[in-house]
């Protein structure tokens, strides 16, 4: 097993699906949490100026949907086939537009005017996103309950992560897709997942 | 062999990755090129309002790096181990967000103050990407001169595209990349992209 370390703010933020495949898949990491306030200072010794990055046996991984679907893939949460593969990234690629929306509404300009134009894009986003991975849950035709095939992937991981975030702001965002919301149940009362839940470090977001 | 059908808009633009890969497999498919003065009445019938869209004996994928990985993945272009494989996705990750910072500037808001900012975006868009794309390509030990790995990839083939599209704007950015420009001039003189180059149907962009 190569030696990981994870790079990331000390908080869930865009990384914390990252962790959440490590756990699930118990593998162990370094998770290496760099305090916003060392930001300055720690940026340009990254290999391209952002987080997360990965270390794997020294060799480094940048973007964090990369970083994510490589450890899926080394963990076999990356769906059994060639097409479940490509749906598996075709949900995440739609969570990740979707946490995007929602972390320019967080981080972006906090004055009413800019407020309401990226509240509007949020939920457009969160609309078309819940539209789209209904759309793919659909059609699968295992009946399981999970997002893609008949195993867990790290397309219902990271259905879970990302609608936690948004169902913590807008409680009834899934009231009309019981399929998603279905994957969330499973995902959160998954035994890995579960103890990983009661164990993570508290961050506010 | 399965049936492929790639629907996307009569141009280049953010599909023509996909017919390359294609061409550079000698896979035949069907290419649905779509007038964009169609598109307010076919955009409720495509799967998400976007394009392109990929059909693949009827199974539906969306999201254009979805079907471009896809598709390197059935046609063994994807990279050889699982290391390379996410390499190669680290380049493309940086090549769309540059495209994404060109698409900006040339669809967005055409007035001088919107085109200083975009301009600007793009500027260090192009910058950042080559930066990392050097350091990604300076990483592989093969002397065959392909980006990643001893075989031409989806990243040689996605380099190629989206510096074409970059230096027509600005022919200098790759002065200070040899090891890309390279990776260019390879893909450029590889016999079967010559004969697809030779070929394609003519559009502005």
Not at 87 to 104: D, N, R, S
Request: proline share 5%; net charge positive.
């Amino acid at each position: 097993m190569p030696k990981y370390v994870f790079h990331y703010f000390d908080i869930r933020g865009r990384g914390e699906p990252g962790r959440m495949l490590f756990a699930m898949a118990g593998v162990p990491f370094k998770d290496d949490r760099i305090p916003q306030a060392n930001w300055p200072q720690v940026k340009d010794k990254t290999p391209s100026g952002s987080l997360p990055y990965l270390e794997i046996d020294g060799t480094i991984l940048t973007q964090s949907l990369v970083i994510f679907r490589h450890l899926a893939r080394c963990f076999g949460l990356d769906g059994e086939n060639l097409l479940d593969k490509s749906k598996v990234e075709e949900i995440t690629e739609y969570l990740a537009e979707m946490k995007e929306a929602a972390f320019a509404c967080f981080l972006g300009p906090q004055d009413e005017e800019s407020q309401k134009s990226l509240k509007e894009k949020l939920v457009n986003s969160v609309n078309k996103t819940c539209v789209q991975i209904d759309r793919i849950i659909s059609s699968n035709k295992s009946a399981e309950g999970w997002a893609v095939g008949k195993k867990v992937t790290f397309a219902d991981i990271f259905i879970f992560e990302a609608f936690t975030v948004i169902l913590a702001a807008q409680p009834n965002v899934l009231d009309k897709f019981p399929k998603i919301q279905n994957v969330c149940r499973k995902m959160e009362s998954h035994s890995v997942m579960k103890k990983y839940l009661s164990q993570r470090k508290q961050t506010p977001y």
